[in-house]
């Protein structure tokens, strides 16, 4: 019997480029409410050349950072920028509770966010707040439903069946909370 791995123990952070550091400081910090904890002004010798960047991290309630770069020089910028597809299905989630969540979506409605570019689903194990950020990355905001445990451990109980299931063409949804 194979032993089971340590699993990581939180998100340290997430780095991300940005098209502009203050408008990305002015979003996280001003509108969604995360700390800057620090901006590291760096040089290093990467990819064959040297590179001079600032690397801010906005903190999260468990420790964990959103970070964000940006080059010195256009050339470095361009080719590292970001390239962030406007589609829903590529995005960070973070776990926020309902007044957190209600917060958030008050400063971003106040902030003139609308859709496209801020918009709620209701998937009924949880309910999400998306935000565009001004570097393309599409933010989750995720307060689970108060049953949660229960339904975690429902699609814990039968995750690798279900993914048999619908990897072998049975695509109905599995979904009863909606």
Not at 43 to 70: I, M, N, P, S, W
Not at 113 to 135: I, M, Q
């Amino acid at each position: 019997m194979a032993t089971q791995a340590r699993l990581p123990q939180r998100l340290h952070h997430t780095a991300y480029v940005s098209r502009d550091l203050e408008a990305t400081r002015k979003f996280y910090e001003d509108v969604i409410g995360l700390p800057l904890l620090a901006t590291w002004c760096e040089k290093d010798v990467l990819f064959g050349a040297e590179r001079t960047y600032a690397h801010c991290f906005f903190g999260l309630g468990d420790g964990g950072a959103l970070a964000f770069f940006q080059f010195a020089d256009p050339k470095d910028q361009e080719q590292f920028g970001p390239k962030m597809p406007f589609t829903p299905f590529h995005h960070i989630a973070l776990f926020v509770d309902r007044e957190t969540q209600a917060g958030i979506e008050k400063r971003l409605k106040d902030a003139g966010f609308k859709e496209p570019e801020s918009f709620v689903l209701e998937h009924g194990y949880c309910r999400s707040v998306y935000a565009t950020d001004p570097n393309g990355l599409i933010v989750e905001f995720t307060c689970d439903h108060p049953d949660a445990a229960k339904i975690n451990a429902a699609r814990l109980k039968d995750a690798h069946a279900e993914l048999k299931r619908w990897l072998a063409g049975d695509h109905h949804s599995n979904n009863t909370y909606r």
